[in-house]
């Protein structure tokens, strides 16, 4: 933007860090220039009129004047704070999960009004629905979609034959599943069960509202999140950081010690793990 000094978007802020003694460096992603990362200065000192609008999972109406290396937060008003995410354990933390995807998969200043769209659908289900594996799981296979990864459900990645109701198995470096015949030369593949097969198929094509009618029981909600896990990792080429407090928090709430689980490495299951299909309704 050439010639202009200041400007004004709305933005989710993903990301915070300390600088100096009252200011802090936020990474935000906005509705118009996608992920930018400014200094909001003085925020830190109790009578800063920015205060609680830069908040972390906060949509805020914000202007900033561009900086020599980063841009500068002059003015921010809270469009939306997402209390009820932020007043529960469970989907604070979800909510962390969602912002470090976002961070972590976009550059900076790569203007996506879908994944911002997706990014504050998101935090509203995440605020309002009775859990939050479902609406973890919808953005997840949407947002792969926007940023280019949508994986091959459809047609075996290899072959492009139509995959048959059956027991397939996902093979992330392929893009997608693989029918039986195509698994069997591919190295570090995953079982994929015919149920968790459909709900992902479907939930790759409907909107929210189809998808939250879905109801999954604990091995197929299990299943699907280790899907996604396994192929946003071969993505990245590394761990998301939430992932292991998600899984601390499932534990304990099914009243188990924590220990750190295995990673979801493919290939780590045998051709025979997770070959039934779990009874999740479809």
């Known amino acids: 933007m050439p010639g202009v000094r200041s400007y004004k978007t709305e933005a989710i802020v993903l990301k915070q860090m300390k600088l100096g003694e009252a200011d802090k460096i936020l990474t935000l992603y906005t509705r118009d220039f996608g992920k930018v990362r400014a200094v909001a200065k003085g925020v830190r000192r109790p009578a800063s009129k920015l205060g609680g609008h830069l908040d972390l999972l906060t949509c805020s109406e914000l202007m900033l004047a561009h900086g020599r290396n980063l841009d500068i937060v002059t003015q921010a008003q809270t469009v939306e704070g997402f209390m009820p995410l932020k007043s529960d354990l469970a989907r604070l933390s979800a909510g962390f999960y969602v912002v470090e995807l976002i961070d972590v998969f976009t550059d900076e200043r790569m203007e996506s009004p879908a994944v911002y769209s997706l990014a504050l659908e998101v935090l509203h289900r995440l605020s309002e629905a009775p ?37 397939n198995y996902f093979h992330p470096a392929s893009g997608g599943v693989l029918c039986p015949r195509c698994s069997c030369d591919k190295p570090l593949v995953r079982p994929l069960s015919l149920n968790a097969f459909k709900v992902l198929r479907l939930w790759q094509e409907c909107d929210y509202a189809t998808a939250s009618r879905v109801r999954l029981d604990a091995p197929l909600a299990r299943e699907i999140e280790m899907v996604m896990r396994i192929y946003i990792r071969f993505l990245l080429e590394r761990e ?41 309704a479809v």
């Not at 979609?145 to 027991?167: D, F, K």
């Not at 292991?244 to 979801?264: H, I, N, S, T, Y």
């Open 131 to 167: 859990e939050t594996e479902c609406a973890l799981r919808y953005f997840e296979l949407q947002l792969v979609h926007h940023l280019g990864y949508r994986p091959e459900l459809r047609n075996c990645a290899t072959c492009h034959e139509v995959l048959a109701p059956a027991t």
């Open 240 to 280: 998301v950081k939430a992932t292991a407090w998600l899984d601390k928090l499932k534990q304990e709430e099914l009243g188990r010690p924590f220990r750190v689980l295995p990673q979801p490495i493919p290939g780590d299951a045998s051709r025979t793990e997770d070959s039934s299909q779990p009874n999740g």
